[in-house]
Nanobody
Framework: VQLQASGGGLVQAGESLRLSCVGT????????VGWYRQAPGSERELVASINSNGGTYIRDPVKGRFTISRDKTTNSVYLDMDSLKPEDTAVYFC?????????WGQGTLVTVSS
């Protein structure tokens, strides 16, 4: 399976963004898929994940602001981010959860200005 993240950009605090992750491979929809982020000087962390049945996990600092969803017809997983804060600034990646090696890709940069 291969995954490609997109949708990042520069926004002001309080604004919203939708990130998209498109997967390839006939069995993509059986995987639990996660959105991860890595801020400058920090470790990569799991932000949210969604399993094949639609069950979700959202990390506490973004709970209530971020929503993860998937569309099995298009092999897509979305991360809707509302009320963005400067501390959400990071490169966002999608990968399976647990992550597959060598599947991180370039990620997509989200920059939130204050």
């Amino acid at each position: 399976v291969q995954l490609q993240a997109s949708g990042g950009g520069l926004v002001q605090a309080g604004e919203s963004l939708r990130l998209s992750c498109v997967g390839t491979g006939s069995n993509f929809n059986v995987y639990t898929v996660g959105w991860y982020r890595q801020a400058p000087g920090s470790e990569r962390e799991l932000v949210a994940s969604i399993n094949s049945n639609g069950g979700t996990y959202i990390r506490d600092p973004v709970k209530g602001r971020f929503t993860i969803s998937r569309d099995k017809t298009t092999n897509s997983v979305y991360l809707d981010m509302d009320s963005l804060k400067p501390e959400d600034t990071a490169v966002y990646f999608c990968n399976t959860n647990p992550p597959l090696p060598n599947r991180w890709g370039q990620g997509t940069l989200v920059t939130v200005s204050s």
